[in-house]
């Protein structure tokens, strides 16, 4: 698999992440692979059990793709993410490791957007 279709990837689980759909999702994923959320127990069943109680909780959560890069086996992917589209929402960066044409590691960080900015140039 090359880098593009990595990144093509990282972004079908992140949508499908989102739409809570669990079953395409996990197609996406290695067998064994692994997770680095400190909130969720260990093993990519338990993420994607998170994934799918957010979608249901959060049916209204926006994403928006900011920037996507890929090197190798790696895809980087960062983005707006919002719970409600009315508030500031969060800066996130998904890191995926690729096993072949699937995602085997997967670590994520997010930084809140504050209310007030002081940089001018913005988080984005």
Do not use: C
């Amino acid at each position: 698999m090359n880098e593009a279709n990595r990144k093509t990837t990282a972004l079908d689980f992140l949508r499908l992440a989102r739409e809570g759909h669990r079953s395409a999702a996990e197609r996406l994923l290695a067998p064994g692979g692994r997770h680095h959320n400190p909130y969720f127990a260990a093993g990519l069943p338990a993420l994607l059990d998170g994934i799918e109680a957010a979608a249901k909780a959060s049916a209204n959560r926006t994403f928006d793709v900011k920037h996507v890069v890929a090197e190798g086996d790696f895809v980087v992917v960062h983005s707006h993410v919002r719970q409600d589209p009315n508030a500031p929402g969060a800066a996130v960066v998904h890191l995926f490791r690729f096993d072949g044409d699937r995602i085997a590691e997967l670590w994520d960080v997010g930084q809140p957007v504050p209310a007030e900015n002081v940089n001018a140039d913005g988080m984005f």
